[in-house]
C-alpha cells in the first residue's frame, strides 16, 4: 500500500529529481494568500521544501543536495540554520513541525532504512521510537502541540502496515480510523484544543483526508470534481484545515477546508505537477512547496489576503 511520508515527500522528490464528509460542502475557487517563494540558500540546494510555520515567522523545512542527500534547516526570519541529527548512522534529516516555543520534531533515516523520529529541543537532541510491539518504523512526519506536551505520528508494524500515534509526554496511543476497508493511518496535525488530522487508506489504496475531534471521527474528501487522493496535512487553532489532493493528470493541488468550505489553490508560478500545502498556523498563514515549470521543487509562503476570512 501507499505510505503517507513516502508519498508527500520521498515519492515527490524521486519523480522531480530523476468524502464523504457529513453534512454539505460548499467549494470556492479563489486565491485567498499572497505568495512568496523561498528557497534554502545553501550552497549545494538544488530542491526546497517547507514543511510548518509557527505564529512567529520561524520555518522548518528541508532540501536536497547535489549527492541526493537530504538536510533538515530552521529559517528564523530569514536567518538559515542546518538541522542534521547528531545521532551515528544518521544519513536523511526531515525537520517538520516547530511550535511556538521553537521545540521542533521532525524524522531522520539510517542506512538500513527504518526511520526515527526526533525532537530538537533549542539544539538539545533526543531520538524517540514508538514502543509497541511489533513496530519496525516511525514513518509519518510528526507533529508537536504549541507547548510540547503531545506529538503526533505515524509507525509502521511488522506487517508494514501505518498506524497513526499519540504521544503525550510519553504516554503513547495507537490510533486508527475505524472506518469500514481501512487498510493504514496517519496523524499529521493537531491543535491546541486536541483535534487530529491525518490520512488514512482504503482497500484500493486510495488516500482519504480525516478529522479526529476528541473521538469522533470524519472523512475529508474534496468535493472538487477532478479530485482524487485527498491528504490533510494541518489543522491550526481555530479548525481550518489544509491539504491537497491529485487529479486524474498526476498533478497536485492545495486546499483550504474553514469549517466545511473549501477553496482551491495553487502557487501561480507552479507548473503542471502543482502545489503541496504542508503547515497552517495560528495566523492562517500556509507553508508548502510547488514544482515549477522546471520541475524544481521550491518552498512557499502564503500570507491570507485582507478581507479573506483567512487570517485570525
Do not use: W
Amino acid at each position: 500500500m501507499k505510505k503517507l511520508f513516502l508519498m508527500r515527500c520521498l515519492t515527490l522528490l524521486v519523480l522531480l529529481s530523476l468524502s464523504v464528509l457529513l453534512g454539505v460542502c460548499r467549494a470556492a475557487r479563489a486565491t485567498s494568500f499572497a505568495f512568496s517563494t523561498i528557497d534554502a540558500p545553501f550552497a549545494d540546494a538544488t530542491s526546497t521544501i517547507l514543511t510548518n510555520n509557527n505564529p512567529s515567522g520561524q520555518i522548518t523545512g528541508f532540501y536536497i543536495d547535489s549527492s541526493g542527500e537530504f538536510h533538515g534547516f530552521l529559517d528564523n526570519r530569514g536567518a538559515f540554520t542546518p538541522i542534521d541529527p547528531p545521532f551515528a548512522g544518521a544519513n536523511h534529516s526531515f525537520p517538520s513541525c516547530i511550535n511556538a516555543n521553537g521545540q521542533i520534531v521532525g524524522l531522520y533515516q539510517l542506512a538500513s532504512g527504518a526511520f526515527h523520529y526526533f525532537l530538537d529541543d533549542h539544539g538539545v537532541f533526543t531520538s524517540i521510537d514508538v514502543p509497541f510491539p511489533g513496530a519496525t518504523s516511525t514513518f509519518a512526519p510528526p507533529f508537536i502541540t504549541p507547548g510540547g506536551e503531545i506529538i503526533v505520528g505515524g509507525y509502521l508494524d511488522s506487517n508494514g502496515v501505518e498506524h497513526g500515534f499519540r504521544d503525550e509526554r510519553g504516554v503513547f496511543t495507537s490510533i486508527d480510523v475505524p472506518f469500514p476497508g481501512e487498510t493504514g493511518t496517519s496523524l499529521d496535525g493537531i491543535n491546541p484544543g486536541g483535534q487530529m488530522v491525518g490520512v488514512y487508506f482504503d482497500s484500493n489504496a486510495g488516500a482519504h483526508g480525516f478529522l479526529d475531534d476528541h473521538g469522533v471521527f470524519s472523512a475529508i474528501d474534496v468535493p472538487f470534481p477532478v479530485g482524487l487522493d485527498t491528504n490533510v496535512t494541518s489543522i491550526n487553532p481555530s479548525g481550518q484545515i489544509v491539504g491537497y489532493y491529485s487529479d486524474s493528470t498526476g498533478g497536485f493541488h492545495s486546499f483550504l477546508d474553514d469549517h466545511e468550505v473549501f477553496t482551491e489553490f495553487d502557487v501561480p508560478s507552479a507548473g503542471p505537477f502543482g502545489t503541496l500545502v504542508q503547515a497552517n498556523n495560528a495566523r492562517g498563514q500556509i507553508v508548502g512547496l510547488y514544482v515549477d515549470s522546471g520541475g524544481i521543487a521550491r518552498g512557499f509562503l502564503g500570507i491570507p489576503n485582507k478581507n479573506s476570512g483567512v487570517e485570525k
